[in-house]
């Protein structure tokens, strides 16, 4: 192949892989970290999540190589978290999203709003509500979690 071909066929890969990124991350940043009323730091939901949707609070952090210029194609509440957690993306470095393992901030609740063991959603939950889990619902929470008793 000529190297304009071989160009062509890496340009339109890194748009391909730049368009499913940007896919991935929009269905998949779902919730934000913020201060709790109930105890410490709280998993809290960034827009409204329906009741048997999944909430990606089990997701796993990657590294993307979004450019900028192209965050206009991210949802707004996405990116004002890049943003404060990656200022650097503005000069072209690369980011996380997610960023952590959510499901570790969560905290309990005896009625909780979201299924550790599906990771849905248990009924529909509001843009900046607290997410919770049932404590009790894990295998041997007992050992871990004597204050619930």
């Known amino acids: 192949m000529s190297e304009k071909i071989l160009k062509e066929v890496s340009e339109k890969h890194k748009k391909e892989k730049i368009t499913q990124a940007i896919k991935m991350i ?3 940043a779902k919730v934000r970290l913020a ?3 109930v105890h410490g730091i709280g998993v ?4 409204d999540i329906k009741k048997g949707e999944k909430v990606y609070a089990d997701a796993i952090h990657q590294m993307h190589d979004v450019p900028y210029k192209q965050f206009t194609r991210i949802r707004p509440e996405i990116v004002e978290l890049i943003l404060e957690r ?4 503005v000069e072209g470095s ?7 393992l959510m499901q570790i901030y969560m905290n309990h609740s005896d009625k909780p709003n979201y299924d550790n063991k599906t990771d ?3 009924r529909k939950i509001k843009e900046d509500e607290e997410i919770f889990e049932d404590y009790k619902a894990i295998k041997g929470w007992e050992k871990s979690y004597r204050w619930l008793k």
């Open 120 to 122: 849905k959603a248990l």
């Open 94 to 100: 690369q980011f996380m999203c997610p960023d952590t």
């Open 26 to 28: 929009n269905e998949v």
């Open 44 to 47: 809290f939901a960034m827009r």
């Open 86 to 89: 990656f200022p650097r993306v």
């Open 35 to 37: 201060p709790s009323k």
